[in-house]
C-alpha cells in the first residue's frame, strides 16, 4: 500500500508574507538579505540627520554669540557648558574649526569659526558679551601648560571630533568657584567642583 507523501513541515508565524515575520520562513539563502535589511542605516537616512543637526546648530550658536550669559555662578557654568557642547558638535557636523575665545581681564567671551578670521589674523570680538554681576572667569588650564590667569586665550574645537582639553574655572568672589572640564575625545563638558582628583 502507497505511503502518503508529507510535505515538510514549516514554522510560520503571524504576519504578512514579506513583512517583518518573512525571514523567520525564508531560504537560508534569503535570510542573509533580510538580516541585512534589517541592520544598519542608510546613506541617505545619515545624511538627513547630520542635516537636521547643522540646520538646529546654525539656530543655537548664533543665539549664544548674540545672547548674554545670565543668573548665578553655577547657572552660568550651565550654559556655558552647553554652548561647549554645541561647538563641538557644529565642528564636527561641519568639518571646521570652532573656537571659544576668553578674555580673563575683561571677562568677555565670544565666538569664532574658520570664516570669522580675517586675512590680517585679527579676531572679531564685536559680538563677545561680559559675564554677569559678580561673576568672572578665574583661570584657564590646558594640559600640560601653565595656568592661565590673565590676557586672552582660546579653547579650539576640530572637525575631526576632538577639542582642546581645558578647564575653565569661574567665581563669584566666593570661596567655592566652579570647574567647567573639557575632554578632548568626549562629546559633552561636565562640571565639576575644583577638589576634584579626576582633573588634571
Not at 541592520?39 to 540646520?55: A, F, H, P, Q, R
Not at 572667569?137 to 582660546?154: K, L, N
Request: with cysteine; glycine share 8%; proline share 6%.
Amino acid at each position: 500500500m502507497p505511503q502518503a507523501r508529507r510535505s515538510p513541515m514549516r514554522w510560520r508565524l503571524p504576519g504578512r508574507a514579506g513583512g517583518p515575520h518573512h525571514c523567520h520562513t525564508a531560504r537560508v539563502a534569503d535570510r542573509t538579505h533580510c538580516r541585512a535589511r534589517s541592520e544598519g542605516y542608510t546613506l541617505l537616512e545619515l545624511i538627513v540627520v547630520i542635516l537636521l543637526l547643522s540646520i538646529l546648530l546654525g539656530f543655537a550658536i548664533p543665539a549664544f554669540q548674540t545672547g548674554g550669559l545670565a543668573g548665578s555662578k553655577d547657572s552660568t557654568a550651565r550654559e556655558l557648558m552647553h554652548a561647549v557642547n554645541k561647538l563641538k558638535m557644529d565642528a564636527l557636523s561641519r568639518r571646521r574649526i570652532n573656537k571659544l575665545h576668553l578674555n580673563l581681564d575683561e571677562n568677555r567671551i565670544w565666538v569664532t569659526r574658520d570664516a570669522d578670521i580675517s586675512d590680517t589674523g585679527e579676531l572679531p570680538n564685536e559680538s563677545a558679551h561680559v559675564l554677569p554681576g559678580d561673576i568672572r572667569i578665574a583661570s584657564v588650564r590646558f594640559a600640560g601648560r601653565p595656568e592661565i590667569r590673565t590676557g586672552v586665550t582660546a579653547i579650539a574645537f576640530y572637525p575631526q571630533g576632538y577639542s582642546d582639553r581645558a578647564v575653565i574655572r569661574l567665581t563669584d568672589g566666593g570661596p567655592e568657584p566652579v570647574d567647567l572640564v573639557i575632554e578632548a575625545f568626549l562629546p559633552t563638558a561636565r562640571i565639576t567642583d575644583p577638589g576634584d582628583a579626576a582633573v588634571f
